[in-house]
């Protein structure tokens, strides 16, 4: 912060005080920055950030308990940011987990510090240092045809045998495979999302930012769906037997994992996204129009999903 933004922040922080406007405490600036947060983005986002600021709120409160969060300042934050890079090196945390939490505080900090907000939040500047994030490359992890064949394999002779969830879950495995979805469009579904066009189907998918699109489906696909039986069209696709609603995000990666184990597979439900993907490019599906469909704003996102065949290359194609 240089002389002429000190300046015009102490100005704000008078003309704040004449007014008789209190200073946020710790937690109404907290509540506000993440309803702010609820009007952009998913709830999945709202509970990461949530998440991170509260392993932010432990470290403060055990090394600095006297302070608030808008007195922390740069070199007292970057004490922070520094045991968090000890922990990364010492395998505790994970690159990945290391660019969320500092993506989260920074963002809080970043939107309490406006100057139309500074006044009321007392927080002068975001304390997060430029450029500290980690480089983590995403590598595409598709499951090998195979590894899927004997998962759904291992699923098909659970429901010969009796079981009461192997048919909704044969569903949920190749449908999310099928789609390229994330976990949380899938449990979002509703029976109106799914509709029959010509020449197949169509799913409307409820995306990061609420951001809604459509994917074609194959007349097969639109089988595998209505399999499980038509319902009303408010109703949920996989509805939870414990409670009111959908099954959870956790509750689809637990089953999708328990098959996997079965068939001796390593299996998520991201894992299923990026073998879509993977499998799509190998077959001739365009890179454009297979972020269309996986939702992504920029194809260099989609292009981190795709694994490279180490037996192609664009030299065979065109010699």
């Known amino acids: 912060m240089d002389k002429a933004e000190a300046l015009a922040y102490v100005s704000r922080l008078f003309d704040a005080a004449m007014a008789g406007v209190p200073l946020w405490g710790d937690d109404l600036l907290l509540k506000r920055f993440l309803e702010q947060c609820s009007r952009t983005g998913s709830q999945e986002t709202i509970n990461g950030y949530a998440r991170e600021l509260r392993h932010f709120v432990r470290w403060r409160d055990e090394l600095h308990p006297h302070l608030h969060l808008r007195e922390l300042d740069p070199a007292l934050v970057d004490d922070w940011v520094s045991s968090l890079r000890e922990m990364v090196s010492a395998d505790e945390l994970k690159p990945r987990s290391f660019n969320r939490r500092i993506s989260a505080v920074s963002a809080m900090y970043r939107w309490a510090s406006e100057p139309t907000r500074s006044a009321v939040t007392g927080v002068p500047r975001n304390p997060i240092p430029p450029r500290v994030q980690l480089h983590v490359p995403k590598l595409a992890k598709p499951l090998p045809e195979a590894d899927l064949s004997a998962v759904l394999g291992r ?15 044969f569903v949920l495995v190749r449908g999310s495979y099928l789609l390229g979805c994330r976990v949380s469009e899938l449990a979002r ?16 998918l409820l995306g990061k930012g609420s951001k809604q699109r459509t994917v074609r489906i194959s007349f097969e696909t639109l089988e ?11 109703d949920w696709v996989f509805p939870s037997n414990r409670k009111n609603g959908p099954l959870s995000r956790q509750a689809i990666a637990e089953r999708m994992r328990r098959w996997g184990r079965e068939a001796e597979v390593h299996l998520h439900p991201h894992k299923l996204r990026h073998t879509h993907a993977t499998h799509a490019i190998r077959r001739g599906v365009d890179v454009f129009t297979l972020q269309a469909t996986l939702g992504h ?4 996102t989609t292009s981190g999903y795709v694994a490279a065949n180490p037996a192609d290359s664009s030299s065979l194609r065109l010699g």
């Open 297 to 300: 704003s920029s194809s260099a």
């Open 224 to 234: 595998l769906f209505e399999s499980l039986g038509r319902r009303e069209s408010g």
């Open 189 to 204: 579904l509703k029976w109106g999302d799914i509709e029959a066009v010509d020449g197949g189907g169509q799913v409307t």
């Open 155 to 169: 699923i098909s002779q659970a429901k010969a045998e009796g079981s009461k969830t192997a048919a909704r879950d």
